[in-house]
Antibody
Framework: EVQLVESGGGLVQPGGSLRLSCAAS????????MSWVRQAPGKGLEWVAN????????YYVDSMKGRFTISRDNAKNSVYLQVNSLRAEDTAVYYC?????????????WGQGTLVTVSS | DILMTQSPSTLSASVGDRVTITCRAS??????LAWYRQKAGKAPKLLIY???TLESGVPSRFSGSGAGTEFTLTISSLQPDDFATYYC??????????FGQGTKLEIK
């Protein structure tokens, strides 16, 4: 069974940083693109970034370039999102999601999410 | 970026009703369109991809249609489990993957 488990969220002050983690199991992690998608409270879904199977190709939504960094460690079956210079508007549940093979951006498995709250 | 617009934003219906949600893309996306269902407090779940292909394990009361810029999701006979929020999303290239704003399906 595919499982994605996020961690690392929490309460952080404006300007602060967090490193979100997503541990994968139940599939060959190194064969899949992985994404982060976020959802502000009461709002819709917003794709954040994704990373190729080998980590050598990465994309971000323009509004988060420079502040967010996606990475992966295939030996640990994990994908990460480093989030810096946090703002109140970054408050959201952050989901990691697996992209179906040969279908860029089709999210066929999701984690339960980790909540990031940016507040003083 | 491709803008995805869903209508309606909220839909009230009863168990057993047939409902349709519409999604429009700001430019042609061929059939690279997915639908997700999100129950309150849970992660989204993939229902349909390539506009009309049912994901494995999804009940046959769900169907999708459309191509180009206009798409629909139909639920033929609403079940209690279906009262949730539905999102469309375009995918399959490396431009930002954008979602519609969501349609909340409520019990009438």
């Amino acid at each position: 069974e595919v499982q994605l488990v996020e961690s690392g969220g929490g309460l952080v002050q404006p300007g602060g940083s967090l490193r979100l983690s997503c541990a994968a199991s139940g599939f060959t992690f190194s064969n899949y693109w992985m994404s982060w998608v976020r959802q502000a409270p009461g709002k819709g879904l917003e794709w954040v970034a994704n990373i190729r199977e080998d980590g050598e190709e990465i994309y971000y939504v323009d509004s988060m370039k420079g502040r967010f960094t996606i990475s992966r460690d295939n030996a640990k079956n994990s994908v990460y999102l480093q989030v810096n210079s946090l703002r109140a508007e970054d408050t959201a549940v952050y989901y990691c999601a697996r992209e179906r093979a040969y279908s860029y951006g089709l999210f066929d498995s999701w984690g339960q999410g980790t909540l990031v709250t940016v507040s003083s | 970026d491709i803008l995805m617009t869903q209508s309606p934003s909220t839909l009230s219906a009863s168990v057993g009703d047939r409902v349709t949600i519409t999604c429009r893309a700001s430019q042609s996306i061929s059939n690279w369109l997915a639908w997700y269902r999100q129950k309150a407090g849970k992660a989204p779940k993939l229902l349909i991809y390539e506009a009309s292909t049912l994901e494995s394990g999804v009940p046959s009361r769900f169907s999708g249609s459309g191509a180009g810029t206009e798409f629909t999701l139909t639920i033929s006979s609403l079940q209690p489990d279906d009262f949730a929020t539905y999102y469309c999303q375009h995918y399959n290239n490396h431009s930002p993957y954008t979602f519609g704003q969501g349609t909340k399906l409520e019990i009438k």
